[in-house]
């Protein structure tokens, strides 16, 4: 039997149109007669409605209207051969492979009809005799020639995927009546399914009715049952599938469906992550799991759509395990390489764990990464800092501190040195600006939470499993609640733990911060050697070491061309100027402190230049976005 998830659409709504639709038409002939007798000036047309109750509409179903449809445009196929009109011919073949997608969607199932297989063959033997009769080819006018020479290149393409089914019509054919009958038998074994489920909700709902007398034989029995709504059961359906069953191409087929759909209306973006998260479950290389992995990390960024709002943090955190999962892969198979400057190659994932080449997938997982630490600075920002919440946010500062260190480690390994640059600036800038005190409590916070306390706060953060509600904008609307079971089969590919879990700190943050900007001052571009430039000035000023400052930025020489810098970068540099300052004034170096704040209070405008709010006079009124700009940058300045 079929599952549903492997075919597009849902026909239960069409199916429940229709007998609304019935429902309506008998309770209006009722009603029109009535009032017909009730109303003398409607008398004389007395006769007219009682014709209109003979000729009563006859509903028919979805997919006895769509069996209509493909067996009308066979008939216009065949009186196109009749007047060997080949254009007519290829329009009715791309109409009638549209109408197959509609009855493949409207019978659940991907068995292909016979009408079609039958129509395939038909076009197969009539091509290869008017390829033979030479003849009549050059006899043809251009656009017939044209569309004939177009309709063998289709046809050829097209039949590769019906090869069996060719062959097995070929050998055994069968007429039009046996083939609509045998169709209808087929599309009976399939709809009863469907009745199955439609007969359950019918009970469930007879069963809510007398709910108020059961009540108390309930609560004595164990509780109340909540009662699963149509998705819950469509997913649960879909999940229990047998992953013996489900092929590659069939891993494939769905994933392409997925990543097509992104984007249309009515497509919910925590379903699209349960869905590809489902088919990790099922993938049947290493490779094409790491493929489902990079699908299902971009959907969870997908989750939130706004730039304003930060994504949801338990979403965020399953993003994060997702990542690792993507790593402990990479590690496990060291042929395996991410890389996005290739060109995705659609068999490059089908080869398996015994492949001793390189397999090439398509990803970037520093830009992955490099998303993460948006997010997570972006709801520092959002998160008043007044508040428990964002205390708890902070304690996820390790989390992404043992992911960076996992990437940082993987391009290392791959010898992409500039992108290791990148990520170790990333990690820089976690901690340039902690002291001494902070950082060690952050030490023994990561050598304190061990990995199952990391485990249980991401199966909290099972949002794409449906435990959380979230609105169109991505804004959470409830709390998690805990996942006791996982839908759907275990994992056909087994990944296991190989990368940390829990990040590595020396004792002290200076011997953190030599290695990691050693690193960037090597192999990094301009940018990130003079961003880590600055956060290492302020790192050693906070550490009251001045003379070590002083010299880093003499000998850099950022302050000749910091004002062609972005404008990030600019507000860093300042910084590292007023920490700079108050170390030379902290160390009773009064001139030096005065040397290095004149230029920030000289145009009055030091917290505009610190990024700490927009300083305005008097008498000024703000506009609202004045406002919420302070608040935004106030926010930032405490990071």
């Given at each position: ?17 229709s ?10 002939g ?22 209109s ?11 006895d ?7 009308l445009?066979?008939d ?6 009749k ?28 068995q ?6 039958k ?69 009976d074994?399939?709809e009863?399914?469907v ?8 009970l469930a ?7 108020d ?26 999940f ?5 069953e ?14 097509a ?8 973006r925590?379903?699209?992550v ?12 290493p ?10 990390v971009?959907a ?17 955190k ?38 001793q ?9 520093v830009?992955?990464?490099e ?13 008043d ?19 960076a260190?996992?990437v ?35 030490r ?8 199952t ?34 839908r759907g ?5 087994v ?14 943050s200076r ?5 990691l ?42 302050q000749?061309?910091?004002?062609h ?40 405008r ?18 609202p ?15």
């Amino acid at each position: 039997m079929a599952s549903r998830f492997w075919t597009q659409g849902d026909s239960e709504s069409e199916e429940e149109e229709s007998e609304i639709e019935e429902e309506e038409n008998d309770g209006g002939g009722e009603t029109g007669a009535v009032a017909v007798g009730s109303n003398k000036y409607l008398q004389k047309n007395a006769s007219d409605s009682e014709d209109s109750d003979d000729q009563r509409r006859v509903v028919r179903s979805a997919k006895d209207k769509r069996f209509e449809e493909m067996s009308l445009t066979v008939d216009q196929m065949k009186n196109a051969m009749k007047i060997n009109d080949w254009v007519s011919l290829q329009e009715s073949f791309d109409k009638l492979n549209k109408q197959l997608e509609k009855v493949i969607r409207v019978m659940e199932s991907d068995q292909v009809p016979r009408l079609y297989i039958k129509a395939l063959v038909m076009l197969e033997d009539f091509l290869a005799q008017a390829l033979a009769n030479k003849e009549a080819k050059k006899k043809m006018s251009s656009s017939n020639a044209k569309a004939l020479n177009s309709m063998k290149q289709k046809l050829k393409k097209n039949n590769k995927q019906y090869e069996a089914e060719i062959e097995k019509y070929r050998a055994s054919p069968v007429s039009e009546d046996d083939a609509g009958k045998s169709d209808d038998d087929e599309d009976d074994d399939l709809e009863s399914e469907v009745d199955v489920e439609e007969d359950r909700a019918s009970l469930a709902t007879e069963s809510d009715d007398d709910e108020d007398e059961e009540g108390n034989q309930e609560d004595e029995e164990g509780g109340w049952e909540k009662k699963k709504s149509k998705r819950d059961k469509l997913m649960d359906k879909q999940f229990m599938r047998d992953p013996s069953e489900i092929t590659w191409e069939m891993v494939d087929k769905k994933l392409k469906e997925i990543i097509a759909a992104r984007g249309r209306k009515g497509t919910g973006r925590l379903e699209r992550v349960e869905l590809l998260t489902y088919l990790t479950r099922v993938a049947k290389t290493p490779a094409q799991k790491l493929e489902v992995l990079v699908n299902v990390v971009s959907a969870q960024f997908d989750v939130n759509p706004s730039l304003s709002t930060h994504m949801p943090i338990p979403v965020w955190k399953k993003c994060v395990h997702n990542i690792l999962v993507m790593l402990d892969i990479l590690a496990q198979y060291p042929n395996i390489v991410m890389d996005d400057s290739v060109e995705h190659d659609e068999k490059e994932t089908q080869k398996g764990a015994d492949y001793q080449g390189t397999i090439r997938v398509w990803g970037n997982i520093v830009a992955f990464l490099e998303r993460i630490d948006n997010e997570l600075f972006k709801s520092l920002q959002c998160i008043d800092p007044h508040t428990k919440e964002y205390i708890e946010r902070l304690r996820d500062e390790p989390l992404f501190m043992v992911l960076a260190q996992n990437v940082q480690d993987y391009v290392e390994r791959v010898q992409d040195l500039k992108a290791a640059a990148k990520v170790a600036l990333k990690r820089v800038e976690l901690i340039y600006y902690k002291p001494q005190e902070v950082y060690e409590a952050m030490r023994k916070l990561a050598e304190t939470q061990t990995r199952t306390d990391v485990a249980s706060d991401i199966d909290l953060a099972a949002a794409e499993n449906g435990d959380m509600d979230v609105d169109e904008d991505g804004k959470v609307i409830a709390e998690p609640k805990i996942t006791e079971e996982i839908r759907g089969p275990p994992a056909f590919i087994v990944t296991t733990e190989i990368v940390p879990r829990r990040p590595t700190f020396p004792e002290h943050s200076r011997s953190l911060m030599d290695s990691l900007v050693s690193l960037i001052y090597k192999h990094g571009d301009e940018r990130t050697k003079a961003r880590a430039m600055l956060c290492d000035i302020y790192h050693h000023a906070i550490l009251d070491q001045f003379s070590m400052a002083r010299d880093l930025l003499l000998m850099s020489h950022l302050q000749d061309g910091v004002q062609h810098m972005d404008i990030s970068t600019q507000i860093l540099f300042n910084r590292a100027m007023a920490q700079l300052g108050l170390c030379a004034f902290r160390a009773s170096l009064i001139s030096e402190a005065h040397g290095c704040l004149s230029d920030l209070y000289a145009g009055g405008r030091v917290k505009e230049l610190l990024a700490q709010g927009v300083q305005q006079s008097r008498y000024h009124e703000k506009t609202p976005e004045q406002v919420s700009l302070k608040t935004i940058i106030s926010s930032s300045s405490g990071i």
